[in-house]
Nanobody, 121 residues
Framework: QVQLVGSGGGLVQPGGSLRLSCAAS????????MGWYRQAPGKQRELVAG???????NYADSVKGRFTISRDNAKNTVYLQMNDLQPEDAAVYYC???????????????WGQGTLVTVSS
């Protein structure tokens, strides 16, 4: 069984910062990619940022220059540093990971439980 447990959401004023974390646990062999998605009310879930285990990153245009994704491979943890948050960034943020478990051949996608980010004055 693999679990992704995210944390770090909360309420912040416009222009503020938050740091999200998400740790994967279980019988993990390798995690080629980890990332963060978000879903605002009435909108589709969208990719915010992704990172490979070689630290290759990609970002949604709307967050470039404000958000930074990073990971600690030894801890199977991905982070999202969010700076200059704006009301349009408010959403439930979900971590995502493609994981190959020990003893298995397949790579499977896993999701965290979601953490709420509210941006309001």
């Amino acid at each position: 069984q693999v679990q992704l447990v995210g944390s770090g959401g909360g309420l912040v004023q416009p222009g503020g910062s938050l740091r999200l974390s998400c740790a994967a646990s279980g019988s993990i062999f390798v995690i080629p990619t980890m990332g963060w998605y978000r879903q605002a009310p009435g909108k589709q879930r969208e990719l915010v940022a992704g990172i490979t285990n070689a630290d290759v990153t990609n970002y949604a245009d709307s967050v470039k220059g404000r958000f930074t994704i990073s990971r600690d491979n030894a801890k199977n943890t991905v982070y999202l540093q969010m700076n200059d948050l704006q009301p349009e960034d408010a959403a439930v943020y979900y971590c995502n990971a493609v994981i190959k478990r020990v003893g298995e051949l397949r790579y499977l996608e896993h999701w965290g439980q979601g953490t709420l980010v509210t941006v309001s004055s």
